[in-house]
T-cell receptor, first 115, second 114 residues
């Protein structure tokens, strides 16, 4: 078990550019989550997948954001036409099972800086 | 909707002493789970402890224990025998059985003094 991995760990981009982040969950986990964390705040939910199906999206996920999880394995989060307000840590988590007690395991995050 | 409130932005504790981090929550769902995560400066969220809404006993995991008071809607984290490595941000979070995501509080920064 290698844990949840995310790539890249850091990304600096200019406003208006597109960026894509990747998350590799723990292999047997069927649920995958994306959260965004701004400086000094707790993480906020963006979206979640069960297998390859995207089942829930937060209102925080504007139409510039798109997430995919082809074949129910890794996931990508793309932000188009980045804005300075998109600067944040983007956290991916995975879990197995439906119950509230199923712990979500987090990756190290991708820190995005938009200049 | 669910809400988590952590009223202590920052706290100091002397090494080897115990410390309590406060967390209150609000939900209308009868079935839910409460989590505490630790986030060191490296950024990764580390799971510490879980308490279910129907659990009769307070959860314990090593030096961590959860003081669960359901009527008061509080789920405070107690860290015994603090260590320098405990210095980090601590987040309380909740997930309801009917939902999927975790709702986090604003966090408490704990600083352990030698």
């Amino acid at each position: 078990d290698t844990g949840v991995s995310q790539d890249p760990r850091h990304k600096i981009t200019k406003r208006g550019q597109n960026v894509t982040f990747r998350c590799d969950p723990i292999s047997e986990h069927n649920r995958l989550y994306w959260y965004r964390q701004t400086l000094g705040q707790g993480p906020e939910f963006l979206t979640y997948f069960q297998n390859e199906a995207q089942l829930e999206k937060s209102r925080l996920l504007s139409d510039r954001f798109s997430a995919e999880r082809p074949k129910g394995s890794f996931s990508t989060l793309e932000i188009q036409r980045t804005e300075q307000g998109d600067s944040a840590m983007y956290l991916c988590a995975s879990s197995y099972g439906l119950a509230a007690y199923n712990e979500q395991f987090f990756g190290p995050g991708t820190r995005l800086t938009v200049l | 909707a669910q809400k988590i409130t952590q009223t202590q932005p920052g706290m100091f504790v002397q090494e080897k002493e115990a410390v309590t981090l406060d967390c209150t929550y609000d939900t209308s769902d009868p079935s839910y789970g409460l989590f505490w995560y630790k986030q060191p400066s490296s950024g990764e969220m580390i799971f510490l402890i879980y308490q279910g809404s129907y659990d009769q006993q307070n959860a314990t995991e090593g030096r961590y224990s959860l003081n669960f008071q359901k009527a008061r809607k509080s789920a405070n984290l107690v860290i015994s025998a603090s260590q320098l490595g405990d210095s980090a941000m601590y987040f309380c979070a909740m997930r309801v059985d009917a939902g999927n995501m975790l709702t986090f509080g604003g966090g408490t920064r704990l600083m352990v003094k030698p």
